[in-house]
């Protein structure tokens, strides 16, 4: 059985800019992400480094791209302490670090002017989550006021003795993480409160800065925007995380669970479009405008997390590495449509982690370095980063098993858009096992530039550090079906993006 559908690109509709920081990247102190994965030392010799990053992990990064980098937690932002990354790195203390209950040896090597390094050698802006679990509201100014500060303090020649005299003009910053659980275990009431001083305080610091407040699920997010409705000036971003869950395991899925975690990948536009719901209602008349960072999303899979369902897939001991399958990559290419879709609302998004730890383009064993279908999926967008989203209708297509919401089901679908570089349409056949043959009708277009697919024989297959190329991309043949018109072969569950001029 082969999938007939058309597939209109709407130039006449355009939904907005596509922010390069919808593609963001978190950076967390949880086991490899940082040391290990993209940090080896300064006096690494057996691998490959620049300044102590692994050489391969940056150019890899650098090809994705990484438009937005946020560090150092997670969890972990609410127990570290700024200082104890500054300065002479063997003069730094080895503290007891911690994030998802898991406590680690961390002996500062990465600190501030090595992870800012870091952005400016990928091309990242950086995003900062301070610390209020176990910090204070003085600790974050001074490390906005070291970062930022244009004017002559103890700080900024501190600064400028560690070797940056010029302000490093960090713009996002994290007023603490999950402070409703690992930040604080704070009720929704008190950490609005909190928040507000904190956010009085950082605005004298630097009132360029944009600050980010802390959400969590629906109850929480109504009495945070409700507790601070006539403060809405404090606010540039409100952050929610959401993970998949319910996709069972990870390589060995039904095809049931195969259709449940893609269907728990779109209704993550129900969530943002609940929480911005919440945003309007409060609002006061002529309010600042608060955007949603989605700061961590991604799949998470039983066999990487002591919670959550399917508990008895946990891996002993934990570890939250985890595979990475054509199945996962697809899910990406879901959520991005729906950040397309919601590019008035939705301005930033970091994908959970970088490197290693749970949804990760990249993995590492020890001097290897390998991709997974992840990072193609990512890598297929490129075109739409700071492009106009376009709507795209979807009409006598097949549908699947969704999940709450009604386009959800549907087998094939793609998000496209205009820009510099012509105009980009991203097609996702998400059916298990049935091929699709589209007709894509598009205005405005005058040929095919490059169309690249990533495809795989089952979903469940994934790349490794003794089979890096299992899944990878291939040429897509795009075939002309009359003026602005044309056809394109999916396999099951597969991706493409065709760029035009
Ligand atoms: O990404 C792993 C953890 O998940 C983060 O530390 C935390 O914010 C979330 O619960």
């Known amino acids: 059985m082969t999938i007939n559908t058309t597939l209109t690109l709407r130039a006449d509709a355009p939904i907005g800019t596509i922010s390069p920081r919808l593609y963001g990247h978190f950076a967390e102190h949880l086991e490899r992400c940082c040391y290990d994965g993209l940090w080896v030392g300064l006096n690494n010799k057996d691998i490959p480094n620049i300044g102590g990053w692994r050489t391969d992990v940056v150019n890899a990064l650098k090809a994705m791209p990484v438009p937005l980098l946020r560090w150092p937690g997670g969890c972990y932002a609410d127990h570290y302490h700024w200082r104890d990354g500054i300065g002479p790195a063997d003069k730094r203390p080895q503290r007891l670090g911690m994030s998802c209950g898991l406590q680690v040896e961390d002996?500062?090597?990465?600190?501030?002017?090595?992870?800012?390094?870091?952005?400016?050698?990928?091309?990242?802006?950086?995003?900062?989550?301070?610390?209020?679990?176990?910090?204070?509201?003085?600790?974050?100014?001074?490390?906005?006021?070291?970062?930022?500060?244009?004017?002559?303090?103890?700080?900024?020649?501190?600064?400028?003795?560690?070797?940056?005299?010029?302000?490093?003009?960090?713009?996002?910053?994290?007023?603490?993480?999950?402070?409703?659980?690992?930040?604080?275990?704070?009720?929704?009431?008190?950490?609005?409160?909190?928040?507000?001083?904190?956010?009085?305080?950082?605005r004298h610091v630097d009132p360029t800065a944009e600050l980010v407040i802390c959400g969590h699920n629906d109850e929480w997010n109504e009495a945070v925007i409700r507790t601070n409705r006539n403060h809405f000036g404090l606010m540039d971003h409100f952050s929610i995380h959401r993970y998949w869950l319910q996709g069972g395991a990870e390589v060995d899925f039904s095809e049931a669970q195969y259709y449940a975690l893609l269907g728990e990948a779109h209704d993550t536009e129900l969530f943002i479009e609940q929480t911005a719901a919440y945003l309007r209602e409060y609002a006061p008349k002529d309010a600042k405008f608060v955007g949603i960072a989605l700061d961590e999303w991604g799949v998470w899979h039983p066999e990487a997390r002591p919670w959550g369902p399917d508990k008895e897939l946990q891996r002993v001991p934990l570890s939250y590495e985890q595979a990475n399958t054509m199945r996962d990559a697809l899910s990406i290419g879901i959520a991005l449509e729906v950040f397309?879709?919601?590019?008035?609302?939705?301005?930033?998004?970091?994908?959970?982690?970088?490197?290693?730890?749970?949804?990760?383009?990249?993995?590492?064993?020890?001097?290897?370095?390998?991709?997974?279908?992840?990072?193609?999926?990512?890598?297929?967008?490129?075109?739409?980063?700071?492009?106009?989203?376009?709507?795209?209708?979807?009409?006598?297509?097949?549908?699947?098993?969704?999940?709450?919401?009604?386009?959800?089901?549907?087998?094939?679908?793609?998000?496209?858009?205009?820009?510099?570089?012509?105009?980009?349409?991203?097609?996702?056949?998400?059916?298990?096992?049935?091929?699709?043959?589209?007709?894509?009708?598009?205005?405005?277009v005058s040929g095919v530039v490059k169309a690249q697919m990533l495809s795989a024989e089952s979903p469940r297959l994934q790349n490794s550090?003794?089979?890096?190329?299992?899944?990878?991309?291939?040429?897509?043949?795009?075939?002309?079906?009359?003026s602005n018109q044309w056809r394109i072969e999916l396999p099951p569950h597969s991706m493409a993006t065709i760029t035009f001029n």
Not at 179 to 189: H, M
């Open 340 to 444: 397309h879709r919601q590019c008035n609302i939705l301005t930033l998004a970091n994908l959970a982690q970088i490197v290693n730890v749970l949804h990760a383009p990249i993995m590492t064993q020890g001097e290897a370095m390998w991709i997974t279908p992840t990072y193609y999926a990512l890598q297929l967008h490129t075109p739409h980063i700071g492009a106009t989203a376009l709507p795209v209708d979807v009409a006598n297509g097949s549908t699947i098993p969704g999940g709450k919401s009604e386009a959800s089901t549907q087998a094939v679908s793609a998000t496209a858009s205009t820009g510099a570089n012509g105009t980009a349409v991203t097609l996702i056949n998400r059916h298990f096992d049935q091929s699709a043959s589209v007709t894509l009708v598009t205005s405005g």
């Open 107 to 202: 002996d500062n090597g990465i600190g501030t002017h090595e992870f800012l390094e870091l952005c400016r050698l990928i091309g990242a802006e950086p995003y900062l989550a301070g610390n209020m679990g176990s910090g204070s509201v003085q600790e974050m100014c001074d490390w906005v006021e070291y970062c930022n500060a244009t004017i002559d303090t103890t700080i900024t020649r501190e600064r400028a003795a560690n070797g940056a005299p010029n302000p490093f003009n960090v713009k996002l910053w994290g007023v603490g993480n999950e402070n409703w659980g690992c930040g604080g275990s704070y009720d929704a009431e008190s950490y609005a409160n909190e928040y507000r001083r904190y956010a009085t305080m950082l």
């Open 465 to 482: 550090v003794a089979q890096p190329d299992t899944v990878g991309l291939s040429d897509l043949a795009v075939h002309a079906d009359g």
